[in-house]
């Protein structure tokens, strides 16, 4: 199929076909970084502005290694220096950029939604690298290719995703791409951390963590987001741990071939234990990987060298 979305701002309105040309698109961009010289000129004159105005290290980082094996002119700016300290909004920052006629413009905001308002101000396409509790497309694509290089599909698997469904933009992205895709959901974690109405997006809710593990072929712990939530919605981390942590006893539950993922950043011994993290099912560092190539195939499929 042929690539026709300006934007990409969440896996809620693509299609299967876009997410499964989006993760053909990734394979082929792997061995670009496995060359001694990383790099091919697919994009050269094209310029990718990284707008970061929540703090990223995976996100922010895949990003502009991605824009830079492509060979595009890649420009970072960060909330601190810009001029959104200098009392500018949003929009006008925007607009702004516009003019200085970039390709594409990835950006990632705490407010839900953001990335939609730039798309409607701006001729450029947009990326949603994360806006709130929202959504993060990328970081579900790169899952749904991390788990569709290990497992061969999609389909049929039984994928428990565990910890803050509430504040999670993972989650959801997930939730949404999992679904289109085949596969059958479980979200667990404490009360506190599942939205009521979490069951209309189509998964099963699990407020234990054996149940939730139990014949799991994928499972994905979610990092406990303290910057959102006003209140503690736990007594403790330690007791947080003991119940819906995964480690070397809880883990048993699952397939025997389980795979074990986390979005990072890793809270050790909190929603995982270090064995596990570092553990033969760990697919930590393969997400990594799968990054860096998910996000050349945006940047390659938006800014046109596809068409």
Known sequence: MKWERKDILGIKELSVEEIQLILDTAESFLEVSTREIKKVPTLRGKTIINFFVEASTRTRTSFEIAGKRLSADTINISASTSSLVKGETLADTAKNLEAMNPDAIVIRHSCAGTPHMLARLVKQSIINAG?????????????????????????????????????????????????????????AGPATMIPRDIRELGVKVSFKMDEALL?????MMLRIQTEREKQSIFPSLREYSTFYGLNKENIKKAKEDVLVMHPGPVNRGVEISPEIADGSHSVIMEQVTNGVAVRMALLYLLTGAAA
Do not use: C, F, W
Request: hydrophobic share 40%; no cysteine.
């Open 215 to 219: 014949d799991a072929d994928v499972v």
């Open 131 to 187: 806006d709130g509790a929202h959504e993060h497309p990328s970081q579900a694509l790169l899952d749904m290719m991390t788990i569709r290089s290990r497992k061969g599909s999609l389909s049929g698997l039984n994928v428990s995703i565990v910890g803050d469904i509430a504040h999670s933009r993972v989650a959801r992205s997930n939730i949404y791409g999992l679904n289109k895709m085949g596969a059958r959901v479980t979200v």
